[in-house]
C-alpha cells in the first residue's frame, strides 16, 4: 500500500466530515465488510481518497450519490462490481465484494466464477445482462445496441443508465485501488 489510513484525529473538519459519513454509509450497506483498522480508520479505495481530497472527495461524493439512489436489484449490482474487479485484479474489490456477493446468496462457485472473470452459469437474466455489459465496457468497448436494448427490457431505461454508472463507478475505485496498491 502506497498510502496509509488516516486516523480520524488528524483529520480537518472536512475530511473528518467525509469520512464519518463514508462510515455511516459502509456501515449501511457494506455490512459484512470490514473497512476500519482499529484506529477507526477506513480502509480500502479511502486512505488515498482522503489523504488527497481535493480529487478524493468528489468522487466519493459520485459514489455515495449510486448507493443513495440504488434501484436495482443488490445481486445485479454485485454481479457488476465483481466483474470490473476481475477485468481490473482490484484485490480489495474483489475481497470486499466476494464477500459481499456470499452475504446476497450468491453460490460458492458463482463467486469464483465473477471473481475469476467469467460468466456463472447460475444468473438471472437482470445478473447476466450486467455481467455481459460490465465485461464489454470494461475492455474498452461500446455496448452493442442489443445488449443494451436487453439492459433497457430487463431493468428498464433507469436502471441501465443506474448499472452503466455502476459499472463507471467500480471501474474508478479498482484504478484507484490499483494505482495505490491497495490490498486491505
Do not use: W
Request: hydrophobic share 45%.
Amino acid at each position: 500500500m502506497r498510502v496509509n489510513p488516516v486516523n480520524p484525529e488528524t483529520m480537518n473538519p472536512e475530511v473528518r466530515y467525509v469520512h464519518d459519513e463514508v462510515v455511516k454509509l459502509i456501515t449501511h450497506s457494506q455490512g459484512p465488510v470490514t473497512m476500519l483498522n482499529s484506529e477507526g480508520a477506513l480502509t480500502g479505495p479511502f486512505p488515498p481518497m482522503l489523504n488527497f481530497p481535493q480529487f478524493g472527495i468528489p468522487a466519493l461524493s459520485f459514489v455515495r450519490s449510486l448507493d443513495n439512489h440504488a434501484a436495482l436489484p443488490k445481486k445485479v449490482r454485485e454481479t457488476a462490481i465483481l466483474t470490473i474487479g476481475a477485468a481490473f485484479g482490484a484485490r480489495f474489490e474483489l475481497y470486499a465484494h466476494e464477500i459481499m456477493a456470499k452475504h446476497l446468496g450468491f453460490s460458492p462457485e458463482a463467486v469464483a466464477s465473477l471473481a475469476s472473470g467469467f460468466r456463472p452459469v447460475e444468473l438471472n437474466p437482470q445478473e447476466a445482462i450486467a455481467y455481459e455489459i460490465a465485461s464489454v465496457l470494461a475492455k474498452g468497448r461500446i455496448v452493442p445496441n442489443s445488449s443494451y436494448q436487453l439492459a433497457s427490457e430487463l431493468l428498464g431505461k433507469e436502471g441501465t443508465a443506474e448499472l452503466i454508472f455502476l459499472i463507471e463507478a467500480y471501474s474508478l475505485l479498482a484504478m484507484v485501488l490499483n494505482g495505490f496498491d491497495v490490498v486491505s
